[in-house]
Antibody, heavy 115, light 112 residues
Framework: EVQLVESGGGLVQPGGSLRLSCAAS????????MSWVRQAPGKGLEWVAN????????YYVDSVKGRFTISRDNAKNSLYLQMNSLRAEDTAVYYC????????WGQGTLVTVSS | DIVMTQTPLSLSVTPGQPASISCKSS???????????LYWYLQKSGQSPQLLIY???NRFSGVPDRFSGSGSGTDFTLTISRVEAEDVGVYYC?????????FGQGTKVEIK
């Protein structure tokens, strides 16, 4: 059974940083694209970033380019999202998702950017 | 960016009756490889989204056959042949033919 467990969310001040992690199990992590998708409170879904199996390709939504960095460690079956220069509009539940098409999702971790 | 537009935004359905959700894209989702990169997800209250349909019309593992996806080019439909109480939630379409991958606004389905 696929399991994706996010961690690292919390309250941070505008301009601050957070690093999200996603621990994967139940599938061959190194064989899949991985993605981050977010959902602002009471709003819809927004794709944030994804990364190829070997980390050689990474893509980002325009609103986070230059501020967020997606990475992975296939030896640890883990996905990461380094978030810098956080803004109020980054407040959301951040989901880790398996594959380019989000076959499976984690439970999400809440990031709140507020002073 | 490709804009995904869903209608209606909310839907109230009698159990056992059919329901349909429309999704229109601002550009064709038909790729040169012959696949249509259109997906449907359901997010039940308090839960993470779950994949229902991939590449236009393929049901994901474990998805009941009352769910079906259809359409072509820029016009797509998710149909639930006979709605059950467990189908309530918000349905999203998504395109993956072009970065950024973009979602529709969501359609909230409730039971009458």
């Amino acid at each position: 059974e696929v399991q994706l467990v996010e961690s690292g969310g919390g309250l941070v001040q505008p301009g601050g940083s957070l690093r999200l992690s996603c621990a994967a199990s139940g599938f061959t992590f190194s064989s899949y694209w991985m993605s981050w998708v977010r959902q602002a409170p009471g709003k819809g879904l927004e794709w944030v970033a994804n990364i190829k199996q070997d980390g050689s390709e990474k893509y980002y939504v325009d609103s986070v380019k230059g501020r967020f960095t997606i990475s992975r460690d296939n030896a640890k079956n883990s996905l990461y999202l380094q978030m810098n220069s956080l803004r109020a509009e980054d407040t959301a539940v951040y989901y880790c998702a398996e594959g380019y098409f989000f076959d499976s999702w984690g439970q999400g971790t809440l990031v709140t950017v507020s002073s | 960016d490709i804009v995904m537009t869903q209608t209606p935004l909310s839907l109230s359905v009698t159990p056992g009756q059919p329901a349909s959700i429309s999704c229109k894209s601002s550009q064709s989702l038909l790729h040169s490889d012959g696949k249509t990169y259109l997906y449907w997800y359901l997010q039940k209250s308090g839960q993470s989204p779950q994949l229902l349909i991939y590449e236009l019309s393929n049901r994901f593992s474990g998805v009941p056959d009352r769910f079906s996806g259809s359409g072509s080019g820029t016009d797509f439909t998710l149909t639930i042949s006979r709605v059950e109480a467990e189908d309530v939630g918000v349905y999203y379409c998504m395109q993956s033919i072009q970065v950024p991958q973009t979602f529709g606004q969501g359609t909230k389905v409730e039971i009458k």
